[in-house]
């Protein structure tokens, strides 16, 4: 179930177009090189490690809710009450950054620490004290601090009105993006107002995988999108008329998908399929045309009407918001994990009604995939260069982030599986950056350290470092794979691996 629901929805030009890609016949081994100006960096978000989860005035978040009132639906009924305590160890973080030689750093900033209730009208100064410690330790390293400011932690209280799936929404995120920018925008060049909004609108409001377990399926995952997609404008428009004469920096937003791949060569389930994950959110935003994208108005219209209603369950857009949305980011964050084939369901297939009947396409793994500790990952390098393709085609070659990239396993500190599948991916990025194929500006390793999984506890662990989560101390230790970056920061080539 949480598999069909997590494809952070795919797409897939078909495997011939992108096999075509010439690679420059000067790249020798030895002169295939990141450009001097690519950027390397590794990311982490504040539930994932921070813990502290009350402490200094923080507020409760859905998350902390949804782990304590619900720890069977975490795998190893974890939770990130402590978590790696970064909170406490974040300087830990920052040098592990740093030791690997690392251009920046993604980090995001959890609303209820600063906003306990989610709200302007309590501002609790401790919390934006924290943030100036990391942000300012961040610098001292000579990192560029990259900020999310939504991971998934949405500050319980406003869940009370429903969260994001209440237009008011909106004007509270507003809100907050003021503070952040009006606090932190003197040292913070690089914003992220959101963090895969196709993965909680559908885990959090669509499903009761993740929080906060609405599982209004069908309705929510659209209104929550809806949502975000204006309080994302809202928050990038607010930077342009207040903030960018002073500061120069930029907002963007990330979003996840996989590529989508045919055996029967059965373009229109790709298109669906990459429609429904990255264009469900890129579309409105990167388009020339705005909106969402037509597949989806289309048939969710259909089966809307095939439900017996009088009216569509996504949501529309006026023009106004329309125009709003459309140009609203200077760049495209892009998490790329895996990839599938997509073949059409004979019969419609899923909740009724949900995104997942609303698409109806069966996601399929190829044997020869290899798997890693999460059930949903398997490693499929072809994809990210073949995704980067796509997004330059069909977004007229927006500027693009990698912003997170990586792979689970149990912990090994000799973790060669991760080694390959890095080294693997970034020969890809390396091949569309050295043809020309996409306007790349960096890459980002997902995450710096292992820490909490969401609904997969500790139990999964995509580091570069371990964390000792039985010391009280938390401490760092390098993993194979920490080396293996360092040296394609630092000399931005790939090495060889066996
Ligand atoms: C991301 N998929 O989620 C999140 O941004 C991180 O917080 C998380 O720890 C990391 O990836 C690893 O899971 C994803 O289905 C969820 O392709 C689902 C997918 C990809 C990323």
Redesign the pocket.
Known sequence: ML?SI???V?AAIIATKASEVMVDSRQNASDRFFPGDFWFGTST?AY?IEGAWNLEGKGPSIWDEFTHSHPEKIVDHGNGDVATNSYEFYLDDVKAVKNLGMDFYRISIAWSRILPTGDIANINEKGIEYYNKLINAIIGHKLEPMVTMY??DLPQDLQKFGGLTNSIFISYFEAYANLLYDRFGDRVKYWITF??PS?FCTTGYGSDKHAPAVNAHGVGEYLCAHNVLKAHAVAYRLYRSFYYEQYKGQVGI?L???FFYSDSNDMHAVDRAMQFSLGWFANPIFSLAGNYPDVMITRIANNSIGEGRSWSRLPSFTDKWIETIRGSADFLGL?Y??SRYVEVNPEPKGLYPSYERDLNLKMVIKPEWKPSA?D??YSVPKGVGDILRWIKEEYNNPEVFIT?N?W?DHGELDDNDRIAYLHDHLEQILDVVLNDESNLKGYTA??IID?F??A?GYA?K?GLYSVNMSSPRRERTAKKSAKFMATVASTHRIPEIN
């Open positions: 598999k997590l494809i952070c795919s978000a994932q991971h998934w963090n895969e993965v990330t996840c998908s996989q998490n994990y895996t999460s949903w990952l997170e990586g689970s997902w995450s820490n999984e969401w997969q999964e995509f």
